[in-house]
């Protein structure tokens, strides 16, 4: 890819309120023919290179150089490598700093759902759930919820005291399981009701229609789930599940007690909604958030979904060497802009990454003391992610593509 004459990169730094500019001229500055300056709003960058060449960029945040222009230093060592980079304090102005610090914020959320809402294919528009369908949503709980309630019910739920030590036992696992206590414990889709997690949607098979299901790939997806799990193998716990028109992968089957669809929230778009339409990257980045929050842990494991894998276990010896994502959140509260990449400008998450072998993110899963997080997603997503985070290194300066032997990247996050 050809490097452009001038590469800007700012980063709004919230919890010090400054704003971070790095100017790549690709050569030596002459100081006489290369200027910079924030403009009279405070959030325009312009930058003249060779008193040719010229850049304007609107900031993630405004400067306190609003009201007037305010020229930027470009000497000394700058001048040789040129590179450039200053810290500019932000403005006083309330909540300029405070808008991107919300970690609450998750991609179509229940409240945000309109019921009885049309659900179609974000490709092709073909309708996947009709008009009138989905009665209802409601948020599923976070993926500890388990651990929560046998953390609060130390002791079990029902004190009826049984007749016998048997009943004891039989009794007190079956009241367990209809409370959704107890290993078996989970939820199903319900006719009539949606439940929304960070990723998907989770919908009745019945509720759906026209979807093509196969355990491999589209081509070989049919309209009969029944056939293709007759010659799926014996151990597989889900299906693959695509558009019937245009054939893009638009969720899973699983087949645990009912049979659920789970539709991927970046492939399909839900009628009615007021917000935009979530991308594959702000769900993965409010995925990534929300463990944060919850374990504590920034590191995570992206593996693909056990249940689409044609094995019952993790992996199989011969994938021992398959490459897994690693990540490790850095800051999930910045707000950048890069040029000439514009559009990629926006409230992101920062991050490390890295490819291991599966073998070795198996071995650090299973520690005890492990600090690393394990997150489920389709392997076409995980290739895909690994993908915008390459693209998204090649946006900040060299000196900080790089930590030891992690790169850095960002992931946009949902704005809501």
Not at 42 to 48: D, H, Y
Not at 207 to 216: G, V
Request: glycine share 6%; net charge negative; charged share 20%.
């Amino acid at each position: 890819m050809a490097i452009p004459p001038i590469q800007l990169y700012a980063e709004l730094l919230a919890n010090i309120r400054q704003v971070s500019v790095s100017a790549i001229f690709g050569g030596p500055v002459d100081n006489a023919r290369t200027t910079a300056a924030v403009l009279s709003d405070g959030q325009t960058l312009r930058v003249q290179h060779d008193g040719q060449t010229s850049a304007t960029m609107t900031l993630p945040g405004r400067v306190a150089s609003v009201g007037q222009k305010k020229e930027l230093p470009i000497q000394g060592a700058a001048l040789a490598s040129g590179n450039v980079t200053w810290r500019l304090p932000v403005a006083a102005v309330e909540d300029e700093y405070d808008r991107i610090v919300d970690d609450s914020l998750a991609p179509w959320s229940a409240p945000g759902l309109p019921a009885k809402a049309r659900i179609a294919c974000r490709t092709c528009d073909t309708e996947i759930v009709a008009t009138n369908t989905i009665q209802t949503w409601k948020d599923l709980p976070s993926d500890n919820w388990a651990e929560m309630m046998e953390f609060w019910h130390c002791h079990k739920p029902d004190t009826k005291k049984p007749d016998t030590e048997g009943d004891d036992k039989a009794g007190t696992q079956d009241r367990l399981t209809d409370r959704g206590y107890g290993a078996n414990g989970g939820f199903s889709a319900a006719r009539g009701v949606g439940f929304v997690d960070l990723t998907t949607l989770l919908l009745l098979e019945d509720d759906c229609h026209r979807l093509l299901f196969s355990s491999s790939t589209a081509e070989e997806a049919s309209l009969d789930r029944d056939v293709m799990l007759s010659s799926a193998p014996a151990n597989l716990r889900g299906l693959h599940v695509y558009c019937p028109s245009c054939r893009t992968q638009v969720g899973y089957l699983t087949l645990r007690r009912q049979q659920s669809v789970h539709l991927f929230k970046w492939q399909v778009f839900v009628t009615g909604i007021n917000s935009t339409a979530p991308t594959m990257a702000e769900c993965v980045a409010a995925t990534l958030v929300a463990t944060v929050q919850r374990t504590g842990s920034s590191k995570s494991f992206l593996l693909p979904i056990y249940e689409l894998e044609r094995t019952t276990g993790r992996a199989d010896a011969s994938d021992d060497e398959e490459k897994v994502l690693q990540v490790w959140v850095l800051n999930s509260t910045i707000e950048y802009a890069a040029w000439p990449t514009v559009t990629l400008s926006g409230p992101a998450i920062k991050l490390l990454y890295r490819f291991v072998a599966r073998k070795v993110a198996e071995e650090t899963l299973d520690r005890l003391n492990s600090d690393v997080q394990e997150i489920s997603l389709p392997r076409e997503t995980i290739a895909a992610v690994a993908c915008l985070l390459e693209a998204s290194n090649d946006l900040l300066p060299s000196r900080d593509r790089s930590f030891q032997e992690w790169k850095i990247g960002l992931l946009t996050r949902w704005k809501g």
